[in-house]
């Protein structure tokens, strides 16, 4: 289902999209927040999965992710099958205790939510450069709105932004079975700050690939001159 949804939306796209040679030797560089492999959480399964419906359907990906401090590169294996490459920057370091209210603090009267600053990286925007400039991709899928910010402004006719949820909506249901006054406060400014930035960002891309329909209509709604496609969340059972 992935393949053939992201292959509807490719052929919808600008002529920028089609590899003039051949459909089936796209090129497409995949910019992660996270490694897709092992897929062991709900993030990690959507990529995992769109990444092998790619390289079913003939398509040539490469891949630069963050990895966290630590993690166990060696289970990376299976990526090299499915994907040309792939390329590694070191996550932004977690805040705990009290640096990260610190940084929540110094994020608080920002019109940008928190996870704009989290994961902002001169390393990942470095290495994005890096890439474009070794080679021409017909498209580069942006791993929601958080990378965003990492990827330059002239490829944002070619990018399409894979949402796996909406964060927004997210942290709304989170809000209504939190009780904590201050939390509330707190968590109702980020999810307005949230909503805005979502659809700031839908709207500066070339089409965004959804995983529900509840979610399309929110952001039809909302960014009604975007291109939308669904590409749900699936399990690959074989």
């Known amino acids: 289902v992935p393949a053939r ?4 939306l490719l052929r919808k796209q600008p002529a920028w999209v089609i590899n003039k040679q051949s ?19 709900g993030q990690r399964m959507r990529n995992w999965g769109i990444l092998k419906a790619l390289e ?7 891949l630069v992710s ?10 990376l294996g299976p990526l090299g099958k499915v994907c040309e490459s792939v390329h590694l920057v070191s996550a932004p370091p977690h805040a705990s205790g009290w640096r990260n209210y610190l940084a929540r603090l110094s994020a608080l009267f920002s019109p940008n939510p928190y996870g704009t600053f989290r994961y902002r990286s001169t390393a990942m925007k470095e290495e994005v450069q890096r890439l474009l400039e070794l080679q021409t991709f017909d498209a580069v899928i942006c791993d929601n709105i958080y990378q965003f910010k990492n990827l330059p402004v002239s490829i944002r006719d070619r990018t399409l932004l894979n949402k796996h949820d909406l964060t927004f909506v997210i942290i709304k249901r989170l809000l209504a079975r939190t009780r904590n006054p201050l939390k509330l406060a707190y968590g109702w400014l980020e999810c307005r700050k949230l909503r805005r930035w979502e659809f700031a960002v839908c709207s500066q891309v070339a089409g965004v690939m959804v995983c529900s329909e509840l979610d399309g209509e929110i952001l039809r709604a909302a960014v009604p ?14």
């Open 225 to 238: 001159e975007v291109p939308l496609f669904m590409v749900p969340n699936v399990i690959d059972v074989e």
């Open 23 to 41: 459909e089936t030797s796209m090129r497409i560089l995949f910019v992660a927040l996270a490694l897709p492999y092992p897929p062991n959480n």
């Open 5 to 8: 949804a992201l292959r509807r």
């Open 66 to 75: 963050f990895a966290e401090h630590g993690e166990d590169i060696s289970t």
């Open 56 to 62: 079913a359907e003939g398509g040539r990906v490469t």
